[in-house]
């Protein structure tokens, strides 16, 4: 069974960084693509950015050049470095781990831009 477990989340003025982290446990972490995905305020959760077991890449239009997604298989985390934050950038913060097995959400951690 996985569990994700988000950490990162606040307050950033507009132009500003904020580093978002999600700690997965199981063994099945190196095997698993992991996202990050938000939902903003009376929206529908989008996807933001996502990266394969063989670290592959994928990126929003909204966020890419300002959004990296890496993660470190030896500590089982996935992180998400984001600069040049906007205020259309607040929402609630996801982090999800899949794979044909499992299918996982973490609890959510709110970012918020302000201008």
């Known amino acids: 069974q996985v569990q994700l477990v988000e950490s990162g989340g606040g307050s950033v003025q507009a132009g500003g960084s904020r580093r978002l982290s999600c700690a997965a446990s199981?063994?099945?972490?190196?095997?698993?693509?992991m996202g990050w995905y938000r939902q903003p305020p009376g929206k529908q959760r989008e996807q933001v950015a996502t990266?394969?077991?063989?670290?592959?890449?994928n990126y929003a239009d909204s966020v890419k050049g300002r959004f990296t997604i890496s993660r470190d298989n030896t500590k089982n985390t996935v992180s998400l470095q984001m600069n040049s934050l906007r205020p259309e950038d607040t929402a609630v913060y996801y982090c999800?781990?899949?794979?044909?097995?499992?299918?996982?959400w973490g609890q959510g951690t709110q970012v918020t831009v302000s201008s």
């Open positions: 999800r781990s899949w794979s044909l097995s499992h299918n996982t």
């Open positions: 199981g063994s099945i972490f190196s095997r698993a693509s």
């Open positions: 990266i394969t077991s063989g670290g592959t890449t």
